[in-house]
Nanobody
Framework: QVQLVESGGGLVQAGGSLTLSCAVS????????MGWFRQAPGKGREFVAG????????DYTDSVKGRFTISRDNSKNTGSLRMNSLKAEDTAIYYC??????????????????WGQGTQVTVSS
């Protein structure tokens, strides 16, 4: 069983940057894909970015392409989401997610089945 704990959220001005981190415990064989999702007030949970088990493959939702970068360090059992050029519409609770995989690919968003508790990101305009 995988446990995920996010950190790094906070308040930032529009145009600023934040880096979210996700600590992974409970499974250290690295056969998990990871992802980041977000949920803004009054909206459903939205896929933001995903990364394959080795980190070689990534995927992003269109609204964050060129601004956000997902990465992982399997030697440290961590994942990260670097967010640049933040906008007010990026304000949301951000969740780290994971799912066991048997190959090198980024799973469809609906496949992710393990979630962290979330971390708040607020972008002031």
């Amino acid at each position: 069983q995988v446990q995920l704990v996010e950190s790094g959220g906070g308040l930032v001005q529009a145009g600023g940057s934040l880096t979210l981190s996700c600590a992974v415990s409970g499974r250290t064989d690295n056969d998990i894909a990871m992802g980041w999702f977000r949920q803004a007030p009054g909206k459903g949970r939205e896929f933001v970015a995903g990364i394959s088990r080795s980190g070689r493959l990534t995927d992003y939702t269109d609204s964050v392409k060129g601004r956000f970068t997902i990465s992982r360090d399997n030697s440290k059992n961590t994942g990260s989401l670097r967010m640049n050029s933040l906008k007010a519409e990026d304000t949301a609770i951000y969740y780290c997610a994971a799912v066991a995989v048997s190959g090198e690919y980024v799973p469809l968003p609906r496949i992710f089945d393990t979630w962290g508790q979330g971390t708040q990101v607020t972008v002031s305009s």
